[in-house]
Nanobody, 124 residues
Framework: QVQLVESGGGLVQAWGSLRLSCAASGRTFRSYAMGWFRQAPGKEREFVTAISWNGGRTYYADSVKGRFTISRDNAKSTVYLQMSSLKPEDTAVYYC?????????????????WGQGTQVTVSS
């Protein structure tokens, strides 16, 4: 069984940067795909980005492409989300998630393990 703990959220000004971390424990980290999602107040949770087991494949939502970068360090069992050029509309609770049945990300509904979330607030 996998457990996920996010960290690194906070308050940042528009056009600033922030890096989120998600530490995993339990099953061997390099054996599954990881993703980040976010949920803004009054909105549904949405996909942000995903990464394959070895970091060789990454996927991004159009809204964050070119501004956000996902990476992972399998030796540290941690996935990162580097966010740059942040906008007020990026304000949300950010969740990391694991698709423990797959090496490569598939559909957004396939993630079976979730962290507790970390708040990111971007002020204008």
């Amino acid at each position: 069984q996998v457990q996920l703990v996010e960290s690194g959220g906070g308050l940042v000004q528009a056009w600033g940067s922030l890096r989120l971390s998600c530490a995993a424990s339990g099953r061997t980290f390099r054996s599954y795909a990881m993703g980040w999602f976010r949920q803004a107040p009054g909105k549904e949770r949405e996909f942000v980005t995903a990464i394959s087991w070895n970091g060789g494949r990454t996927y991004y939502a159009d809204s964050v492409k070119g501004r956000f970068t996902i990476s992972r360090d399998n030796a540290k069992s941690t996935v990162y989300l580097q966010m740059s050029s942040l906008k007020p509309e990026d304000t949300a609770v950010y969740y990391c998630a694991a698709d423990t049945h797959r090496l490569y990300p598939a559909g957004t509904s396939d993630y079976d393990t979730w962290g507790q979330g970390t708040q990111v607030t971007v002020s204008s």
